[in-house]
């Protein structure tokens, strides 16, 4: 069982910069594919990067390349979500996700662990 862990949200004015951490625990996540989502309220959950297990292809939702960085440390069993560039559309819920399957998966069903989710606010 992987258990998932968020932090790093808070609250930006539009411009600004946050990172996101997700720490795993219980397991190694060598060999799973690692993603972020986001809800935002009122709509339904969305893809916003995706990882492979080796770190070295990753895959991002248009609205956010050029502006989101995800990466991950093996060693330390984490992922991040460099966000750059804040705007008053990225305010959601942010989600870590955990895939067994390695890939670039951006359907929510294709993760079997997901965190509790960590607040990101930009004011304008």
């Known amino acids: 069982q992987v258990q998932l862990a968020e932090s790093g949200g808070g609250l930006v004015q539009a411009g600004g910069s946050l990172r996101l951490s997700c720490a795993a625990s219980?397991?190694?996540?060598?060999?799973?594919?690692m993603a972020w989502f986001r809800q935002a309220p009122g709509k339904e959950r969305e893809f916003v990067a995706v990882?492979?297990?080796?770190?070295?292809?990753?895959y991002n939702q248009p609205s956010v390349k050029g502006r989101f960085t995800i990466s991950r440390d093996s060693a330390e069993n984490t992922v991040h979500l460099q966000m750059n560039s804040l705007i008053p559309e990225d305010t959601a819920t942010y989600f870590c996700?955990?895939?067994?399957?390695?890939?670039?998966?951006?359907?929510?069903?294709?993760?079997?662990?997901w965190g509790q989710g960590t607040q990101v606010t930009v004011s304008s």
């Open positions: 996700a955990a895939s067994p399957l390695d890939g670039l998966w951006t359907g929510g069903r294709m993760y079997a662990y």
């Open positions: 219980g397991r190694t996540v060598s060999g799973y594919a």
């Open positions: 990882i492979n297990w080796s770190g070295d292809s990753r």
